[in-house]
């Protein structure tokens, strides 16, 4: 059984540019967040989708967006890419969590580095 | 609001000696607490959890972890640390809204060093 999978596993943009960034769900799995996490810092979380809809948003600006397909895999787009937007971006997957909290489970992330 | 505060940014022990990172949380309801251990370059991977029950709780690796509601506390332990422990550790908090959506409140983590 595959785990949470990130793709690409490392990429070098340049300021002002877009880049997408994608993530596949733990089999069975139907919502995803995503969360920025820079340098020396912890995570931070970004939004989550579920059911193809961005559900809850941290404290990110709008240059950040994401999509969820009907498969539950999931994008996560930055556009006019920023020195700070250097980071690890993680991915999570969980079941829909109703009325109990059900664990988030990682993938290994993908290191974005803007020049 | 929501938050985590890791007091210790770096700890450095002996291998063998025992280990205790500290992780103080605020938040409203009965919290959903968390510890994770991240190595260099890597994901985040779960030690242990506590969502209800027995406030001490086992995790992975021998690792513990205690859930005092009184002092807003989840420290993680482990009586004798191997090299092989050293890395980041992160405490988070897990928030479950109502619509049935969850997040995670990470604090700033705590790289652990351990000395041969």
């Known amino acids: 059984d595959a785990g949470v999978t990130q793709s690409p596993t490392h990429l070098i943009k340049t300021r002002g540019q877009q880049v997408t960034l994608r993530c596949s769900p733990k089999?069975?799995?139907?919502?995803v967040s995503w969360y920025q996490q820079a340098l020396g810092q912890g995570p931070q979380f970004i939004f989550q989708y579920y059911e193809e809809e961005e559900r809850q948003r941290g404290n990110f600006p709008d240059r950040f967006s994401g999509h969820q397909f009907p498969n539950y895999s999931s994008e996560l787009n930055v556009n006019a890419l920023l020195l700070g937007d250097s980071a690890l971006y993680l991915c999570?997957?969980?079941?829909?969590?109703?009325?109990?909290?059900?664990?988030?489970?990682f993938g290994p992330g993908t290191r974005l580095t803007v020049l | 609001a929501q938050s985590v505060t890791q007091p210790d940014i770096h700890i450095t022990v002996s291998e063998g000696a025992s280990l205790e990172l500290r992780c103080n949380y605020s938040?409203?309801?009965?919290?959903?607490l968390f510890w994770y251990v991240q190595s260099p370059g890597q994901g985040l991977q779960l030690l242990l959890k506590y969502f209800s029950g027995d406030t001490l709780v086992q995790g992975i690796k021998g690792f513990e972890a205690e859930f005092k509601r009184s002092q807003s506390s989840f420290n993680l332990r482990k009586p004798s640390v191997h090299w092989s422990d050293a890395a980041e550790y992160f405490c988070a908090v897990g928030s479950l809204f109502s619509g049935g959506y969850n997040k995670l409140i990470f604090g700033a983590g705590t790289r652990l060093a351990v000395h041969p």
């Open positions: 089999s069975g799995h139907d919502t």
């Open positions: 999570a997957s969980s079941l829909s969590a109703g009325r109990s909290y059900n664990e988030q489970f």
């Open positions: 938040y409203g309801a009965t919290p959903y």
